[in-house]
Antibody, heavy 121, light 112 residues
């Protein structure tokens, strides 16, 4: 069974860049035609889809965050990463990495445990 | 963006009794391939969301058969035939038919 684990700083200063990495185990990130997503959950519990990347590097970002977001993938390490720049307090959230089934199976089936990121000086 | 609206926002239920949650989308969720990418997620306290149902009515691996999904177009329902204590948590519907993916605001299931 595939497992995902987020890692990265839990505290980021305003205007700086939030950087998180997701490590995938139990299967290669390169196989199966899956897409690899980032989703966040604000303290009020609302879920927001940030974007995803395919194993070939194709990305799609939420237009509300597109100007600040980059998702990248390192297939040699079975990892994908999130970079969100110019953060503010509104970016404080639990950040989850997750797997999307891809073509014909567009649903998020496996989630990481999540990592809490607080934006504060 | 497609807006997903859930009702009720809170659902107190007696153990062993059924529960039902509705989700309405602001646009049809039928994709160009003819499939409908509507999922239901369960989030237990302190846990990440977990996939329960995908493509309206398909139970994900390991999900008990007391959970069922139905609906079409813009109106969808999650039903629990007999609520158990472990079902306490927040339930979300999610659409993956159109970018960006969007979620309902969540329905809190609690035991009376």
């Amino acid at each position: 069974q595939v497992q995902l684990q987020e890692s990265g700083p839990g505290l980021v200063k305003p205007s700086q860049t939030l950087s998180l990495t997701c490590t995938v185990s139990g299967g290669s990130i390169s196989s199966g035609g899956y897409y690899w997503s980032w989703i966040r959950q604000h303290p009020g519990k609302d879920l927001e889809w940030i974007g995803y990347i395919s194993n070939s590097g194709k990305t799609y970002y939420n237009p509300s965050l597109k100007s600040r977001v980059t998702i990248s993938i390192d297939t040699s390490k079975d990892q994908f990463s999130l970079s969100l720049n110019s953060v503010t307090a509104a970016d404080t959230a639990m950040y989850y990495c997750a797997r999307d089934g891809g073509g014909g199976n567009w649903y998020v089936d496996y989630w990481g445990q999540g990592t809490l990121v607080t934006v504060s000086s | 963006d497609i807006v997903m609206t859930q009702t009720p926002l809170s659902s107190p239920v007696t153990l062993g009794q059924p529960a039902s949650i509705s989700c309405t989308s602001s646009q049809s969720l039928v994709y160009r391939d003819g499939k409908t990418y509507l999922s239901w997620l369960q989030q237990r306290p302190g846990q990440p969301p977990r996939l329960l149902i995908y493509k309206i009515s398909n139970r994900f691996s390991g999900v008990p058969d007391r959970f069922s999904g139905s609906g079409a177009g813009t109106d969808f329902t999650l039903k629990i035939s007999r609520v158990e204590a472990e079902d306490v948590g927040v339930y979300y519907c999610m659409q993956a038919t159109q970018f960006p993916y969007t979620f309902g605001q969540g329905t809190k299931l609690e035991i009376k």
